[in-house]
């Protein structure tokens, strides 16, 4: 199955999409992987869910990359005798540690650490932002706030804190209980929600222990200020604009959504853009002009995939959606701006050996004829820096290791395929051409380039290149360029 896109889609398995045929449908319309999302059902429909990946997986002969989402810190106010009330802009509004149930005039919010940090003037937000309260006054046990914004609250509603760094690990007890129930289970990657600084990141590699690679999820302004040093620990990064638009203004999501994008190309580390891409296709077998633009936007910059949410886990055309997705990003990687954009963007990496070698295999793809690369990974690590190089030519990524090919299922570009392990090079030259044969990206008049680690198995070795002929005998009579 060979995608005619570099881009790869991150689709969420969810009661719409929980069946065998649905999940093969998903993976045959376009999906590269598929994100559990820990914050709904219970370990048992996460098991079952898993199961089903790899049955299609295994029935389609294509490595597919499973990412497990972490729940995270959830901040929520208590309950109301009475029901919900409307808050009226300009009010006095308090929250306090009481566990009495609220009114029109307080409620609880059962988290001390919100308290031990709060500052006047801070701001709250309450429901998705949809109300913003302002501290006039606080201490250990509560915060008088004035109403800003107003509007209905009711129990339980989701609480924000965007102008502090919250006294709060990233990892809950149910992260980490869900977190060695996944990597157990097999998953590929750990999406860590409410990241707010580096430490929280190298906490979570320390549990995973090198079963899962683990993804930053980039919601909270705290993020933005280190994200440097966030995306150096992290795998790979998720725009995660839902929250990031709760907790910035609006028009600040692009702009911070370019940056994030640029800089993890530049890392060489995996981007995902993700939330209400295509939310109108929840309901509707057609999105609207706005978010079709939305995912081209993403892809013209170049990130690494792009992610449907609800519109595949709940929605009512979770394929349809899956195709039209597939389908503008088909279209904007035809575009001769798409690959103009891509190639001014270019930063130049960092000064290896590895870092030359996959730089001048674009390069010569780019000046002789040829049809791919091909590299050979075991770490994932030469893979990761081809695709940072974002060649004309189609990558493919070969690896003996099945939890190697499914990590880079989700990088931009990569055709990744399982293979037998070789320990000499010449044996891997060949293994390359059957495959670019097999897969449709060359035939036997065509070259490719392959680039390789000798000695093979040793991570970050890459230092061979080699344009090899797709013909057998011309490789073992000698012919190289």
Not at 271 to 280: D, F, G, H
Request: aromatic share 4%.
């Amino acid at each position: 199955m060979r995608r005619q896109r570099n881009v790869k889609i991150v689709a969420t398995l969810g009661p719409a999409s929980t069946s065998r045929k649905t999940i093969k449908a998903l993976v045959e319309a376009g999906a590269d992987v598929f994100r559990l999302n820990m914050s709904h059902g219970g370990h048992e429909d996460t098991l079952e869910r898993h199961r089903l990946i790899r049955e299609v997986e295994q029935e389609l002969g294509r490595p597919i990359g499973i990412l497990a989402d972490l729940q995270g810190p959830k901040l929520r106010v208590g309950v109301f005798a009475a029901g919900p009330h409307i808050l009226q802009e300009g009010q006095s509004f308090r929250l306090d540690l009481d566990n009495a149930p609220g009114d029109a005039a307080r409620v609880q919010l059962p988290h001390p650490e919100i308290f031990e940090v709060l500052e006047v003037g801070s701001t709250l937000l309450v429901n998705d932002g949809k109300i913003r309260l302002k501290v006039i006054s606080c201490d250990e046990r509560s915060a008088v706030t004035e109403v800003l914004v107003g509007g209905e609250i009711s129990n339980r509603k989701g609480v924000n804190v965007p102008d502090v760094v919250l006294p709060l690990a990233a990892l809950t007890e149910k992260d980490r209980a869900d977190l060695e129930f996944v990597c157990e289970m097999g998953v590929d990657w750990l999406a860590l929600s409410f990241v707010q600084r580096p430490e929280d990141i190298a906490e979570a590699r320390e549990l995973a222990k090198g079963r899962a690679a683990v993804l930053a999820k980039i919601e909270k302004p705290a993020a933005l200020s280190c994200i440097h040093e966030i995306i150096d620990i992290a795998d790979g990064i998720m725009v995660a604009r839902g929250d990031l638009g709760v907790e910035l203004p609006v028009s600040e999501v692009p702009p911070s959504q370019k940056r994030i994008v640029r800089a993890c190309k530049r890392a060489g580390k995996p981007v995902i853009v993700a939330t209400q891409m295509l939310e109108s296709m929840i309901t509707s077998p057609v999105p609207t002009r706005a978010e079709v633009s939305d995912v081209a936007h993403a892809i013209y910059e170049g990130a690494d995939a792009v992610m449907l949410s609800a519109e595949s886990a709940v929605g009512e055309y979770p394929v349809i959606a899956v195709e039209t997705m597939n389908s503008v990003a088909e279209s904007v990687e035809r575009d001769p701006t798409y690959r103009q954009i891509v190639e001014s963007a270019r930063t130049p990496g960092k000064h290896s050996v590895a870092d030359a070698i996959t730089a001048a295999a674009r390069e010569v793809a780019e000046t002789v004829n040829v049809k791919a690369i091909a590299c050979f990974t075991h770490s994932g690590t030469t893979a990761l820096l081809m695709a940072r190089e974002r060649p004309r030519v189609p990558i493919l990524a070969l690896t003996p290791l099945k939890s190697t090919a499914r990590r880079l299922a989700l990088v931009w570009g990569l055709h990744c395929v399982l293979g037998e392990d070789v320990e000499r090079f010449k044996l891997a030259v060949v293994s390359a051409v059957r495959i670019a044969k097999r897969d449709g990206f060359a035939d036997e008049n065509d070259k490719i380039v392959v680039t390789a680690g000798v000695p093979f198995g040793v991570p970050g070795t890459t230092n061979i290149l080699r344009v090899a002929p797709v013909n057998e005998k011309a490789i073992y009579e000698g012919e190289a360029y």
